[in-house]
C-alpha cells in the first residue's frame, strides 16, 4: 500500500527558513519515504522523486541559507556603524523623541518622566520607615 500527503504552504519547514529546517525538511521527506508515504507539495511542487526533484530543493535551500546569513551580516554591520556614528539604533524610550537619527528630549513628555525619577527617589525604603 502506497499513502499520499498532499501538503499546502507551511506545513512542513520551507526550505527558505534557514539550514536547520532545511535538515528537518530533508529528513521528514526522507521519513516520510521510508514509510511509504509520497510527499506532493501545492507550495513547492518542485519536490519529487527524480534527481531533479531531489537536487532541487537542497539547491534553494542552500541559496536561501546564503542570502540569510548575508542579510544578517549586512545588518550587523550596518548597526555597528550607526552605533559607532552615536546614533541611537531603537525607538526612542520614554521621554526622547528620535530626530534625524539623534536621540532628543521629548519636550512634552520628558518633564513627566523626570517627575516619576523624582518622586521614586523620595519613596522610603523599609529600612528608612523603621527608624
Not at 57 to 84: C, V
Not at 105 to 120: H, N, S, Y
Amino acid at each position: 500500500m502506497h499513502a499520499y500527503i498532499v501538503i499546502g504552504p507551511m506545513s512542513l519547514p520551507r526550505s527558505d527558513c534557514g539550514a536547520a529546517r532545511l535538515y528537518a525538511q530533508g529528513t521528514t521527506i526522507a521519513e516520510l519515504g521510508r514509510l511509504g508515504i509520497t510527499l506532493v507539495s501545492v507550495d513547492e511542487p518542485n519536490i519529487d522523486s527524480t534527481a531533479a526533484g531531489k537536487l532541487s530543493p537542497n539547491l534553494l535551500g542552500a541559496m536561501n541559507q546564503f542570502f540569510s546569513d548575508s542579510l544578517s551580516e549586512r545588518t550587523r554591520y550596518r548597526m555597528k556603524a550607526g552605533f559607532n556614528a552615536g546614533r541611537f539604533l531603537h525607538g526612542a524610550p520614554i521621554g526622547y523623541m528620535n530626530v534625524k537619527k539623534n536621540l532628543v528630549p521629548d519636550p512634552d513628555r520628558a518633564p513627566f518622566v523626570q517627575k516619576a525619577f523624582e518622586l521614586f527617589d523620595q519613596i522610603l525604603t523599609p529600612r528608612e520607615m523603621q527608624c
